[in-house]
């Protein structure tokens, strides 16, 4: 697959993610498994997680756990599979998401990943989303902080303004490496994100590219001219979303969620999807 880079790290240009595999409506452990053993066949080593995927109160890390389970069982080397997990958010088991942003909460949650992840170093950790109750400084501090002490070998940010971003990469001393937002053809409203990433050489990793678990199958339906363009090429409208991504800027690593191998399988092979500029212009503009 053609790589991107996160940080110092390189990565295929398609991520995985894995919240579509714990929360509402998740398939059973041994789909899940092969969905993600699918992702690594087809050369995905960006697979995206957090503490918070899980659906009952008492599985925090239920998706952490997934993936660790599924990479020590796949056979094949993982050491360049770069495991990229969140903290900040929580699910008290009555369908809502809660936020907490403090130092202690976020201290805490490093080392119930680190134990999921079976890991001294976490890969990748991202701070999920700001909590209007805590100081942002105080919650990028604690990743800085966190980087300084070896727990964790990258920090990213997720659910940034723009000015989030400038804050973060301040904070960071300039070791910002990942800004995760919405972003997709229905939600196209992160694009200043976009473009700040792209011109501080920060990754952007777009959340629910496809329009999230409930409408990714509804996309062609919903964005003619993402439907047209995939049946020029003969592929899906979701894959011709994902290349679409991937053209915008080399910063973008999209992680699309996957229950399923097929999805994940197709989902990857956006990476080898070439649209040609007019193409391009044409999704641009429609999305
Ligand atoms: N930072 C945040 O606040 C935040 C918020 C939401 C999500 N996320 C992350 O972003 C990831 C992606 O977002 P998402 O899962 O909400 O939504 P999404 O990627 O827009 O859609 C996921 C759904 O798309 C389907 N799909 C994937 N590839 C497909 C293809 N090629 N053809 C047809 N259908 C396809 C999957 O169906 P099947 O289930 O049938 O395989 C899956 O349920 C999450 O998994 C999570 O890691 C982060």
Redesign the pocket.
Known sequence: MKQRSIGTTQVGAIGL????MSIEGRPDTDRSVR?IHAALDAGVTLI???DA?HLHADEVGHNETLIAQALASWGGDTSGVLVAT?GG?LRPGDGTWTVDGSPTHLREAVEGSLKRLGVDAIGLYQF??PDPKVPYADSVGTLRDLLDEGKIRQAGI??ATVDQIRQAQEILGGRLVSV?N?F?PAFRSSEPELELCDELGIAFLP???????SR??ELGTRFAEFDRVAEAHGV?P??VTLAWMLAKSERVVP??????P???R??AQAAELTLTDEEFTRLDRAA
Do not use: F, V
């Not at 992680?255 to 399923?260: D, E, K, L, N, T």
């Open positions: 993610g894995g919240m579509p969905t995206d997680t957090a995927y969140k958010h999920h989303r997720s659910n995760q919405q997709s959340w629910s590219p496809l329009g999230g678990i990714a199958a899906s979701q894959r992680i699309p969620g996957a229950s399923r097929e999805s994940i197709d989902s």
